[in-house]
């Protein structure tokens, strides 16, 4: 088992940064691959970021490229996103997920996920 817990959501405004954290306990954090999915009021599930266990390959959603970046600190057993030049899309609640295996933007492949943490982007 891994738990996960998200921290460093909130309120900013447009064209501003965040950092997202997100600590595991448990099984051995470095051996998963980490991803952040997003999920805005009435809206699915959608891929932003993940990372390999050895934090060499990352992957990007396309509406974040450039913007976002994910890394992660496997002595901290945390890993990280960093949010740059947020725009009001962004709004949304981010959570944290793990796998075993390669990295994947498909949520589905995930076993095991954060509670989320709200980040809100005013215009």
């Known amino acids: 088992q891994v738990q996960l817990v998200e921290s460093g959501g909130g309120l900013v405004q447009a064209g501003g940064s965040l950092r997202l954290s997100c600590a595991a306990s448990?099984?051995?954090?470095?051996?998963?691959?980490m991803g952040w999915f997003r999920q805005a009021p009435g809206k699915e599930r959608r891929f932003v970021a993940s990372?390999?266990?050895?934090?060499?390959?990352?992957y990007y959603a396309d509406s974040v490229k450039g913007r976002f970046t994910i890394s992660r600190d496997n002595a901290k057993n945390t890993f990280y996103l960093q949010m740059n030049s947020l725009k009001p899309e962004d709004t949304a609640v981010y959570s944290c997920?793990?796998?075993?295996?390669?990295?994947?933007?498909?949520?589905?492949?995930?076993?095991?996920w954060g509670q989320g943490t709200q980040v809100t982007v005013s215009s």
């Open positions: 997920a793990a796998r075993e295996g390669l990295y994947s933007s498909n949520w589905s492949q995930y076993h095991y």
């Open positions: 990372i390999s266990w050895s934090g060499d390959t990352t």
């Open positions: 448990g099984r051995t954090f470095s051996s998963y691959a």
